[in-house]
């Protein structure tokens, strides 16, 4: 499964209520760790298809979300479970980082 956007709207559905644990990528388009960074979600994606679920919030454009994660620097990575955020990651990390943040 890819990655799904997250929006304002779909938050509560695809985040607060989600049966399985969620990995919400903020970032944008001008963003160069970004860019870096979002091969990396989208391999996460694929290999934890059904039991992680795998967000992108564009603060841009959802910046009411951003506001409410207090994102002051991209990309930041934060891991949902059972709707409350139990883990976060500032800036560019690599893949084998991640993966420790899901395994916990």
Known sequence: MSEIT??????????????????????ATWCGPCRMLSPVIAEIAEEYDG????????????????????????????????????DTSVGYRPKEDLVKMLEK
């Open 6 to 27: 997250i929006t304002k709207a779909n938050f509560d559905t695809e985040v607060m209520h989600s049966d399985r644990p969620v990995l919400l990528d903020f970032w």
């Open 51 to 86: 039991k992680v679920k795998v967000g992108k919030v564009n603060v841009d454009e959802e910046e009411e979300l951003a506001a409410a994660f207090h994102v002051e620097s991209i990309p930041m990575v934060v891991l949902m479970k059972d709707g409350k955020a139990v």
